[in-house]
């Protein structure tokens, strides 16, 4: 509904085995903390699949979400409306759903230990590796894809980028890498492209953009403005909170691409 052209998803490898979608907050080393999403101490990975679909809720007035509270409930304001699902539920959704164009790119950011081969499997099972991509912080999870499926698209996620990242990324054979959108400069993507990578820009969570949105006083919290800027230094793709302004400048860089084509 919001014009995006793909999703990314955070997965976790539980205990039992199953792999499901979630986000919660925490570093690569302790992630899928539920507190700020679900009101409650602990990690996701402390419960099974059942567990988490049945006992987590979700705080709908939390200001992790991009969205509204509207969103998270149902008309009945049901606190269960919205559940933990299985990457299983989500692939087969977006695959067989009438309004999911069949180019919908899905990124997996595989979350925690272990996820690298069942994520690649269950894709693999139902045949959606052509629309699959697979990211992870943990470049050696990337790795561990491309010895499952060479043909893998895999992304190399950075929070903080090194000066050597270039050859970080080609060492695990990553075919894209992925900027926080405050290091994606133009040096840096001119570099990347340099070495045959894709690139990719990623905004942080809606509570840490609203404080980042102090630091910058030519743009505001992931307005037109903001997206412009990144976009303006050759990225070739953004994975933001609010894709339909994101959109917008899109749209508005390929019109001024086009209105200088026809000046010169």
């Known amino acids: ?81 919205c559940y933990v699902h299985t990457l299983e539920e989500v692939l087969l959704t977006l695959r067989d759903h009438p309004d ?21 499997e269950l894709v693999k099972k139902h045949n959606m590796m052509h629309r699959c991509q697979f990211a992870s912080f943990n470049h050696t999870r990337i790795a561990e894809v491309k010895s499952f499926a060479p043909d893998a698209i895999t992304g190399a996620l950075w929070a903080d980028l090194p000066d050597d990242f270039l050859e970080r990324c080609l060492q695990v054979q990553a075919n894209e890498v992925h900027f926080r959108y405050d290091t994606c400069t133009p040096e840096n993507v001119e570099a990347a492209h340099k070495a045959g990578l894709g690139t990719m820009a990623w905004f942080r969570g809606p509570k840490a953009m609203t404080s ?3 630091k910058y006083h030519d743009c505001g919290n992931e307005d037109v403005e903001m997206y412009k800027v990144v976009l303006q230094t050759g990225v070739q793709s953004l994975c933001a909170n609010r894709p339909s302004i994101a959109l917008e400048a899109v749209s508005e860089q390929v019109a001024r691409y086009i209105s200088d084509d026809e000046e010169e």
Do not use: M, W
Request: proline share 4%.
């Open 1 to 81: 509904q919001a014009g995006a052209d793909g999703i990314e998803l955070d997965v976790f490898l539980l205990k039992c085995g199953t792999l499901v979608v979630f986000h919660g907050t925490g570093t690569d080393q302790s992630p899928g903390l539920l507190k700020s999403y679900c009101g409650i101490d602990g990690s996701i990975l402390d419960y099974t699949a059942e567990e988490a679909r049945k006992l987590l809720t979700f705080n709908k007035d939390s200001d992790e979400f991009g969205c509204g509270a509207d969103l998270i409930t149902d008309d009945t304001h049901c606190d269960h409306y």
């Open 212 to 214: 980042d949105s102090s």
């Open 100 to 120: 999911v164009k069949p180019d919908f790119v899905i990124k997996i950011e595989l979350k925690g230990p272990g996820t690298a081969f069942p994520s690649v």
